[in-house]
């Protein structure tokens, strides 16, 4: 009798599998890269201004004197007028080979162009021309995870086109595959690479007219304070000087390591996101930053903003990131020197984020965008204010009671004079030939 007791349960778990194995599929996601090559002149001659095009692959954000600019991803800059947020214009594009950052100051905007820097003259938002160019500055690169290098036997540059390809294929039913990643290039969800930073505008010194800068989301890998623009790429800072904004000259560059991501200048400090932790540099020399300290974490991807004595991490997992934590840190920065963390929250696969403190606004990928009081930096998650779940939100820039957001399907503007409801002023829808639905 206990033979067949023992059997029973046995052959039914044996028939379960087979039917689970038979019947089971997934749509799985993945990037398929190809080798692609370009040479010098492809690139630089393929810089120009043109008509306005849809948004397709965007990336980083950036806005200033009410104009808006969006990168889409390697092509160039989108110009739009934003004076109006809730009739936004678009005005021009910037066709810029191998573009992912931007910073603008005054009427000069810095771009990347592979291994070059380019500067433009934008006072006319119609007829944007490049002014200057600092050849082969930048050594590599990576979008959507997709690496670029200059050849040096050849002179060429040598990219991957990144595709994404979904597949229906037959799985065990017991298999439990997470999600397979995001659209971001750069700095990552996928990526990375990404997008933007949202770090704030600091008037520049150094000239008898003061200088005015823009404002970047919280992925920016470009940055300005004082007499100089900085660019980080995953090991080093590149320092440029633009006392005269139409000619930026190299200045210093300063290792940094490995998995550096994103910069926030926040006063007479810059506070570096990489893949290990939140570097803190002083920068009361602004031609030469010193670095004061290291906050370290698991090996995940890292924007930061700050303040006063707080900085605000977000840590995400999911393919270059590859770690497997998702949550916010806040971390008490009152001694530079000592940075110690206050308390972690639990996320699910947070991006990009802003503050307009006491509002603190976390992008959380496909789950959407949060809204949080501050205040009690103990107490955060339970002072969720609002949770907007039907969007895929990558990056914000807090303005002026104007919250700019890129997302998976477009740029979004909110309203937050009420930031227990925020409300949708306009979207600019992406058009993207073979979405990933």
Not at 42 to 67: H, M, N, W
Not at 128 to 146: A, D, L, S
Not at 265 to 276: A, E, R, W
Request: aromatic share 10%; net charge neutral.
């Amino acid at each position: 009798m206990k033979r067949i007791l023992y059997s029973i349960p046995v052959l039914f778990l044996a028939l379960f599998g087979v039917a689970c194995t038979d019947k089971c599929t997934e749509t799985r996601t993945f990037r398929r890269f190809t080798p692609v090559t370009l040479t010098l002149a492809q690139v630089r001659q393929g810089i120009g201004s043109e008509a306005p095009r849809t948004l397709q692959k965007p990336g980083k954000i950036y806005t200033k004197d009410g104009f808006l600019f969006i990168n889409e991803l390697k092509e160039g800059i989108h110009v739009i007028d934003n004076r109006n947020p809730n009739a936004p214009q678009m005005v021009s594009f910037i066709r810029i080979p191998g573009n992912g950052d931007m910073a603008v100051r005054n009427n000069i905007l810095y771009a990347d162009s592979y291994m070059d820097l380019v500067a433009f003259d934008i006072s006319d938002a119609t007829n944007i021309r490049p002014v200057n160019r600092v050849n082969n500055i930048f050594p590599n690169g990576q979008f959507e995870g997709g690496y670029w290098y200059i050849n040096q036997a050849t002179g060429d540059v040598q990219d991957q086109r990144v595709d994404y390809v979904t597949e229906r294929i037959q799985t065990n039913c017991q298999d439990n595959v997470g999600p397979t990643g995001g659209w971001w290039g750069g700095v990552v969800f996928f990526d990375t690479r990404g997008l933007m930073n949202a770090a704030p505008s600091t008037s520049g010194g150094g000239g008898q007219q003061q200088s005015t800068n823009g404002t970047a989301g919280s992925m920016a890998r470009f940055a300005l304070y004082n007499n100089y623009l900085y660019t980080v790429n995953s090991t080093e800072m590149q320092l440029f000087d633009i006392r005269n904004p139409a000619d930026p000259k190299v200045g210093n560059k300063i290792q940094m390591g490995w998995g550096i991501e994103t910069i926030f200048p926040y006063k007479d400090k810059l506070f570096i996101g990489s893949q290990t932790g939140m570097f803190i540099y002083d920068n009361k020399n602004p031609e030469k930053p010193e670095r004061l300290s290291v906050f370290q974490h698991a090996r995940v991807c890292d924007p930061v903003v700050v303040h006063e004595d707080k900085a605000y991490v977000t840590l995400r997992s999911g393919n270059t990131c590859q770690g497997f934590t998702n949550q916010l840190d806040v971390v008490d920065i009152s001694n530079l020197l000592s940075p110690k963390l206050i308390k972690s929250y639990p996320m699910r696969n947070p991006h990009g984020l802003g503050i307009d403190f006491p509002n603190l606004f976390i992008c959380e990928g496909a789950y959407g965008l949060k809204s949080f009081d501050a205040r009690d930096a103990l107490n955060i998650d339970k002072n969720l204010r609002e949770h907007i779940k039907d969007i895929d939100a990558y990056d914000v820039i807090p303005l002026d009671k104007s919250l700019l957001m890129i997302g998976r399907d477009g740029f979004y503007q909110y309203d937050y004079s009420n930031p227990k409801q925020l409300r949708l002023m306009s979207k600019i829808p992406v058009k993207r030939p073979n979405a990933i639905s």
